[in-house]
Each structure stands twice: as C-alpha cells, then as structure tokens.
C-alpha cells in the first residue's frame, strides 16, 4: 500500500511497486497549483512594499517653510490640536444666524401679527378680522339698503332694517337763473296755423317749486305768442309775470314757445322770461 506526504497527502508509490501515470499527474497538478499560490503570495507582497516605500518617500519629501511641519506626525498632532468637538444633537457646521439677528427675534412679543377671527359685527379689537359668515351676513344686509325719491320730493334712505330717513341735503338749498330767452324764426305759416318748437327742460328732481317774477316778448309782426310749462307728471299752464309752478313731485320741467298767425308772416318771436327762481 502506497504512503502520502503530510501536507498535500501527494501520493509516494514504494520501490517495488509500477509507477502509474495518472497518481504522477495528480501530483503535478497540486504541486502546480502550490506554485501558483506561492507566486500570487510573493506578488501581493512586492506590491505593498512598493506601496510601502512610496508612502514613505511621500512623508520624506513632505516640508514647508516651517521645519516643524516635516513630521506628518507633528501635522497630524497640530490638526488634532485645532479641532471642534462634537456635541451630541448638534452637527458641525457654520452658523449663520448672527446674534443681532437672534436678538430682533427674541424682541418679537408672543402672538405678534397674529389675526384673529371673530363671528361679530361689533367687535373693535385691533388685529380682528371678519368670518366669512359675518361677511355674507353683512353683504345681504347691504343688498337691502337703498336710496330713492320719495313722495314729498326727497331723497330717502332705507336701511337693511327697514327704516326711512330723509336725506337731509337731498334738496337743492336753492338757485336762480336771471333770464331765459327761447327764441322762434316762423315763415310761411297758413292762417291760424301754429309753431311751438323752441323748448327748454329742466330737471327739479330735487326742488319743491319754480317761481317766474316776469315774462316778456319780441313778437314778429301779425303773430301771437305765449310759453307754456310743462311737467313730467302732468302738470301744465300758461306762463305769466308771478308764476309759481309746484314741482314737489316732478322730475322735470319744460318751458316751450309757441307762436301763431293771422296770416302768412314770417318773422323772428323771442320770449324773456326773468328772475327764475328753484326752491
């Protein structure tokens, strides 16, 4: 029976026996295989020693213009000297919060700019605002508001309520005009034929009464002539020296001069009316 060696167990045929090819190749095989590891071993060593060797060239050639930084020893030893420590919960980093800053902050009293929003149409604390419920509220109520003229000639005021007010100023405190003229070119009008086409309107939405102190004419010979006023609520009449016209409930007022003939005249007719009083 053949014997092994101790470490590869490579088979040792005795001397008398037949050297077989195929325990030689198996042999040959591990021993290769040995080698190979052997050479990949004595590789990965030259290897780090070179990388050994150049680190230390490094360090040996590594100098400033101070000599104490020749020993990276002494470098390390200054950088471990100059470091910060770090607290728990915090990172190392810059702060930029400068302390003027910090202290505006702290200055900000508690609940400053703060809104709050109240349900109360009456409320008067500074920094209140309206909800939105109140707002729709406030909003309808505005849509019941209005303003109109009222019987007696006023203006009125009715609230979301439902009272009336008179505006107090809604009458104009009065005015005049000194003269109005209207003034008719008539021709060829057949006789007892007419023309009123020269008319004034005023509005007096806001007066109670006009006043005429005096009228007069400059008639185009053989015609006849007169002003009549007219209102928008069906008032209507001759107008003469003294005239007082209610207008408490009319909106607007009309002078108009009309002219007629007793024969085929042509010709310019003026009326004057003077000293026009709204009140």
Request: contains cysteine; hydrophobic residues 35%.
């Amino acid at each position: 029976m053949a014997d092994f060696t101790v470490y590869k167990s490579l088979e040792l045929p005795k001397s008398n026996e037949k050297y077989s090819v195929s325990v030689a190749n198996k042999n040959s095989m591990v021993i290769d295989s040995e080698l190979h590891k052997l050479e990949i071993k004595n590789q990965s060593q030259d290897e780090l020693l070179a990388t050994k060797e150049a680190l230390d060239s490094k360090l040996s050639t590594h100098n400033t213009s101070d000599s104490s930084h020749g020993d990276m020893r002494l470098l390390i030893s200054g950088l471990a000297a100059d470091k910060v420590d770090k607290i728990s919960g915090k990172g190392l980093s810059t702060n930029d919060f400068t302390n003027e800053k910090n202290e505006k902050l702290e200055g900000i009293a508690s609940g400053a700019n703060k809104t709050s929003i109240t349900n109360n149409l009456t409320a008067t604390v500074a920094g209140t605002a309206l909800d939105a419920v109140q707002g729709k509220a406030l909003d309808d109520k505005g849509a019941q508001m209005s303003v109109y003229k009222g019987a007696d000639g006023s203006l009125h005021f009715r609230d979301w309520t439902g009272a009336d007010t008179v505006i107090p100023f809604s009458k104009a405190s009065g005015f005049s005009i000194t003269t109005i003229k209207l003034v008719l070119y008539t021709r060829n009008i057949w006789n007892g034929g007419e023309y009123s086409l020269s008319n004034i309107i005023f509005d007096v939405s806001r007066q109670n009464n006009v006043s005429v102190q005096n009228i007069s004419f400059s008639i185009a010979g053989g015609h006849t002539a007169s002003v009549i006023y007219k209102t928008d609520d069906g008032k209507s009449g001759t107008l003469s020296n003294n005239t007082i016209i209610d207008v408490s409930n009319s909106t607007t007022l009309q002078f108009e001069l009309r002219c007629s003939n007793s024969g085929i005249k042509t010709g310019t007719t003026t009326a004057t009316i003077n000293n026009v009083q709204f009140n």
